[in-house]
């Protein structure tokens, strides 16, 4: 299915109450499923028309993710998708390290409420058997959203969802993408089994090596694909 036709598919979800944030938060999640690729360069007509919205509508959401720094605006070029370096994905990690580290570590013995974990490993294993890498990576970022979300936060919720949007850019720089995410569907049932324990230390230990490990792969694999 072309991009448009995508995104026409979302049309419903604006429904009457057509707000910037809302486009915002469509537009957001597409980037996160890898629909759009750094460099991309929005086409204002196409996805106006697909999602049924004005173009300053459509303007104001752009400026939004202008200001998380997952589009640039171009001079008398447009709108694209953001094109990160090594260090951008370097801080990611950092803030993701903070965050993902202190959620599971702040559970202390008491097991969490892990449906929406659970729901994103089955959707991984269900990308899996169908051979759908990027659904596999979508369903890898819901897991980690979902670690994010044992803090309890709305505030770090909305912040993850930049971070992860972000971070789906850098998974673009993969040559060999079921190389990369395969491994990684095994590594989330482990440390959902842990979590599932309350077992805060254990669960970061798992976590933090699995970060470790995670972020030499993309920097490696970006810096080949610079070369």
């Not at 028309?49 to 300053?56: D, E, T, Y």
């Not at 202008?66 to 803030?95: P, Q, S």
């Amino acid at each position: 299915m072309s991009p448009d036709l995508e995104l026409a598919a979302d049309r419903r979800l604006l429904g009457r109450t057509s707000t910037v944030e809302r486009l915002a938060d469509i537009l957001r999640a597409r980037i996160t499923e890898g629909h759009f690729s750094p460099g991309e360069r929005l086409a204002e007509d196409s996805i106006g028309r697909a999602l049924g919205v004005s173009r300053n509508t459509l303007r104001e959401a752009f400026r939004l993710l202008t200001h998380e720094r997952l589009l640039v605006h171009e001079l008398n070029r447009g709108v694209f998708v953001c094109k990160l370096t090594v260090d951008d994905l370097i801080d990611l990690y950092r803030v993701r390290m903070l965050v993902e580290c202190g959620a599971v570590r702040a559970l202390d013995g008491h097991p969490p409420e892990t449906g929406d974990l659970a729901a994103a490993v089955a959707q991984g294993a269900e990308a899996m058997r169908a051979s759908d890498w990027r659904a596999l990576g979508t369903a890898n970022i819901l897991f980690h959203q979902g670690i994010a979300a044992l803090a309890g936060s709305p505030r770090v919720d909305e912040l993850m969802r930049g971070v992860l949007a972000e971070l789906r850019l850098h998974f673009h720089s993969m040559a060999d993408p079921r190389r990369f995410h395969e491994p990684y569907l095994e590594r989330n049932r482990e440390i959902l089994s842990v979590i599932e324990t309350g077992d805060g230390q254990a669960a970061e230990r798992l976590l933090r090596k699995y970060l470790d490990d995670s972020e030499h792969q993309l920097v490696e694999a970006y810096r080949a694909a610079g070369d």
